[in-house]
């Protein structure tokens, strides 16, 4: 079969190759105009102060955390339903991720589990507005300012969505709110991310943690400056830079943000009319709190089709619809069981597992393909 709908993927028009064109031609491809005028466009768009680009989500995660003051032995609050780098992101720091259970209606974490896993170690929660819909942030807001605690929003999936009357990435209710600019994501950047924050320590922090945890700033330097070369490293920092080919490609990229989401919530409402009341699984809602941005469909499959999730995947795969799994529970990789941690910790993220399939969700989806997948899906089912 010649037809393959993948679950996501970018839309890249002719202006958007322009201005990448432009800056290829220029004097610099790297550390010049481009960065600073997409964090600019980052937080004025989201309503922050600061926005600061890295070169993946990942990496921005890794710098939200460190930013925060994540360190070694500590412990951070996550959830499981969720790409392996929220965790990961933790480890390298060498803390260590406690995962909450989830809501099985959201796939978000379980925001009432929370306290119940702080200990005295706890420093951090890093929350993740799975698929677009976000968590309940003025819960998450209080237990944190109740146990002293950081807040992170892994919101890799949620640039254009909105909590209560704020954009994610406000900042309002967290101190750091990390995105990511794959292919798959709201808007692209080939590989990228950002972190947002109105705290200017925080700022500063990862703007030296992107760039080798190197300062030139005369007012930061811990020695005297000894002339127009000097420079300070003062932190273990990395190489986390992104380039201004692809800063350019985000700067194009977000001026379509908002008709990129019009259009995800648009195939939302027709999926949802299509599927609502049908027997076989059930569809994403929104709660009265979230404008969802829709970087994922996820459908849940009702009790006597969990268990043949896997026949159900195949057959819509073997009929072009490029369905994928999210997420297997992240402390179900061999590497965390092998540092520990055991099947069974989160119920209720283990059966989302087995009960959830993403059908295909993108602005450059067509109206065509769109039928095509309602039809084959409940084709599908009726056949299974
Ligand atoms: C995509 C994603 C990331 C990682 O972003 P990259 O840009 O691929 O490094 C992290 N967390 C979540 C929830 C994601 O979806």
């Known amino acids: 079969m010649d037809k393959f709908i993948?679950?996501?993927?970018?839309?890249?028009?002719?202006?958007?190759?322009?201005?990448?064109?432009?800056?290829?031609?220029?004097?610099?491809?790297?550390?010049?105009?481009?960065?600073?005028?997409?964090?600019?466009?980052l937080a004025e768009y989201c309503g922050s102060k600061y926005a600061v680009v890295f070169n993946s989500g990942t990496?921005?995660?890794?710098?939200?955390?460190?930013?925060?003051?994540?360190?070694?032995?500590?412990?951070?609050?996550?959830?499981?339903?969720?790409?392996?780098?929220?965790?990961?992101?933790?480890l390298y720091l060498k803390a260590k991720p406690i995962f909450v259970d989830i809501e099985a209606d959201t796939g978000n974490i379980d925001v009432s589990k929370i306290e119940e896993k702080i200990t005295n170690k706890t420093k951090l929660i890093s929350v993740v507005h799975y698929a677009?819909?976000?968590?309940?942030?003025?819960?998450?807001?209080?237990?944190?300012?109740?146990?002293?605690?950081?807040?992170?929003?892994?919101?890799?999936?949620?640039?254009?969505?909105?909590?209560?009357?704020?954009k994610i990435g406000s900042c309002k209710y967290c101190d750091a709110t990390v995105f990511s600019f794959h292919p798959v994501k709201h808007i692209t950047t080939g590989e990228g991310g950002a972190v947002l924050t109105n705290d200017e320590k925080v700022y500063e922090k990862l703007l030296m943690f992107r760039n080798h945890g190197i300062t030139k700033d005369k007012n930061?330097?811990?020695?005297?400056?000894?002339?127009?070369?000097?420079?300070?490293?003062q932190i273990l920092g990395f190489n986390y830079r992104m380039t201004d080919i692809q800063a350019s490609l985000g700067i194009s990229q977000l001026k379509k943000l908002d008709r990129f989401i019009k259009?995800?919530?648009?195939?939302?409402?027709?999926?949802?009319?299509?599927?609502?009341?049908?027997?076989?699984?059930?569809?994403?809602?929104e709660k009265e709190y979230a404008f969802h941005s829709y970087h994922l469909y996820p459908i849940r499959l009702k009790k006597d089709y969990k268990d043949k999730k896997a026949d159900i995947f195949k057959a819509l795969r073997d009929n072009g619809i490029g369905v994928q799994v999210?997420?297997?529970?992240?402390?179900?990789?061999?590497?965390?069981?092998?540092?520990?941690?055991?099947?069974?910790?989160?119920?209720?993220?283990?059966?989302?597992?087995?009960?959830?399939?993403?059908?295909?969700?993108?602005?450059?989806?067509?109206?065509?393909?769109?039928?095509?997948v309602i039809q084959k899906t409940l084709e599908v089912f009726q056949k299974i």
């Open 6 to 41: 993948p679950y996501g993927k970018q839309l890249i028009e002719d202006d958007d190759i322009q201005a990448v064109l432009e800056v290829l031609k220029s004097d610099f491809i790297t550390q010049g105009k481009k960065i600073p005028e997409f964090e600019k466009a």
């Open 59 to 90: 990496s921005a995660l890794h710098g939200a955390y460190f930013a925060t003051g994540l360190e070694k032995d500590d412990e951070f609050i996550t959830t499981p339903i969720t790409f392996v780098a929220t965790s990961n992101a933790g």
């Open 132 to 166: 677009g819909h976000p968590v309940n942030m003025e819960k998450i807001k209080q237990i944190a300012e109740k146990y002293n605690l950081k807040v992170v929003e892994d919101a890799c999936h949620a640039l254009g969505a909105m909590y209560k009357e704020e």
């Open 220 to 233: 930061k330097l811990i020695n005297t400056q000894e002339g127009d070369w000097y420079y300070e490293m």
């Open 263 to 285: 259009k995800r919530r648009e195939i939302a409402k027709i999926y949802n009319q299509a599927f609502k009341n049908i027997p076989y699984f059930d569809i994403p809602i």
């Open 326 to 372: 999210h997420y297997i529970p992240v402390y179900w990789q061999p590497y965390y069981q092998k540092i520990g941690y055991e099947k069974g910790l989160c119920p209720k993220a283990e059966d989302f597992y087995q009960r959830e399939i993403s059908l295909p969700i993108f602005p450059a989806i067509t109206d065509n393909d769109v039928n095509y």
